[in-house]
């Protein structure tokens, strides 16, 4: 039962245009939810987080919009740049992140110059 | 700030035999994560450690699988004897361990098994 999902496997958008990456979750007990973004041969890096005592937060370009009641979280990055292509990662965990963090599969981003 | 380092980065071995992969966490991390990521498919957590202790490795196959962190430092991951199913990339990641935090993580280990 996979408990995180992105079910656009991929997504391609025009430099300076707007991204969204979509993530959905069906466990309920999930309080905290992060992005992790992966170049080719390396391993994730942490991008941008989410408590769901809010429904949004920012940071510079990537803002990540929480909805509880739809168990859905999106990822926004405005504007887009070509150096934003990478595989796109939503993670969710219970606690407030101090268990154990679970994976969608990922959803791969080509930002078009 | 040094990353999370892992060695091999790249490993091809044949069915049946054994590896092992290495990871030196961030310095003054107390939390280290073994995943598995199977191509096309997001990091699986194999086992988490809390300085030496393990504290979660439901995920992991114990059977071929083990793993150790005997100073709370460094931790090394074991497949015995490897199946072509264990082709994957193996994670290690960091956290400082004290709560709601980040986990960082190394480079990964790419295991291709004949």
């Known amino acids: 039962d996979q408990q995180v999902k992105q079910n656009s496997p991929s997504l391609s958008v025009q430099e300076g245009r707007i991204s969204i990456l979509n993530c959905d979750y069906t466990?309920?007990?999930?309080?905290?939810f992060l992005w992790y973004k992966k170049y080719p041969a390396e391993g994730p890096t942490f991008l941008i987080s989410i408590s769901s005592i809010k429904d949004k937060n920012e940071d510079g370009r990537f803002t990540v919009f929480l909805n509880k009641s739809a168990k859905h979280l999106s990822l926004h990055i405005v504007p887009s740049q070509p150096g934003d292509s990478a595989v796109y990662f939503c993670?969710?965990?219970?606690?407030?992140?101090?268990?154990?963090?679970?994976f969608g599969k990922g959803t791969k981003l080509t930002v078009n110059p | 700030e040094a990353g999370v380092a892992q060695s091999p980065r790249y490993k091809i071995i044949e069915k049946r035999q054994s590896v092992a992969f290495w990871c030196n966490p961030i310095s003054g991390h107390a939390t280290l994560y073994w995943y598995q990521q199977i191509l096309g498919q997001g990091p699986k957590l194999l086992i988490q450690f809390q300085n030496n202790g393990v504290v979660d490795d439901s995920q992991l196959p114990k059977d071929r699988f083990s793993a150790e962190r005997l100073k709370g430092v460094d931790s090394t991951l074991k497949i015995q004897p490897a199946k072509l199913e264990d082709s994957a990339v193996y994670l290690c990641?960091?956290?400082?361990?004290?709560?709601?935090?980040?986990?960082?993580f190394g480079p990964g280990t790419r295991l291709l098994v004949l």
């Open positions: 990641a960091s956290s400082p361990g004290t709560g709601e935090e980040t986990q960082y």
């Open positions: 993670a969710a965990c219970t606690q407030g992140g101090s268990e154990k963090l679970v």
């Open positions: 466990n309920s007990m999930f309080d905290y």
